[in-house]
Nanobody, 117 residues
Framework: QVQLVESGGGLVQPGESLRLSCVGSGSVSIFSMSALGWYRQAPGKQRELVAVITSGGTTNYADSVKGRFAISRDNARHTVFLQMNNLEFEDTAVYYC?????????WGQGTQVTVSS
């Protein structure tokens, strides 16, 4: 089992930045082999992929965040980051990190990001 804890969410104004972190614990031996992702779920909407980084470092982003968000990983610290710049109202959601490797699929509890003026 892998436990994931997200942090870094908060209330910001449009145009501001936040950096989310997700730290893994438990059976973290799989961390470096796993694809790490950030998802988000806004009220009344389905959970959607925001960004993913493979074990080899390849990244992929939702079109809505390309050029504004950056995902990165630190395998030694079992951590995945999401740098979010130029935040927009539409970015308001609960953000979840995800660790996926073969049949293993783990989720964090989520961190709230609210963009409001």
């Amino acid at each position: 089992q892998v436990q994931l804890v997200e942090s870094g969410g908060g209330l910001v104004q449009p145009g501001e930045s936040l950096r989310l972190s997700c730290v893994g614990s438990g059976s973290v031996s799989i961390f470096s082999m796993s694809a790490l992702g950030w998802y988000r779920q806004a009220p009344g909407k389905q959970r959607e992929l925001v960004a993913v980084i493979t074990s080899g470092g390849t990244t992929n982003y939702a079109d809505s965040v390309k050029g504004r968000f950056a995902i990165s990983r630190d395998n030694a610290r079992h951590t995945v980051f999401l740098q979010m710049n130029n935040l927009e109202f539409e970015d308001t959601a609960v953000y979840y990190c995800n660790v996926r490797w073969l049949l293993h699929n783990y989720w964090g509890q989520g961190t709230q990001v609210t963009v409001s003026s």
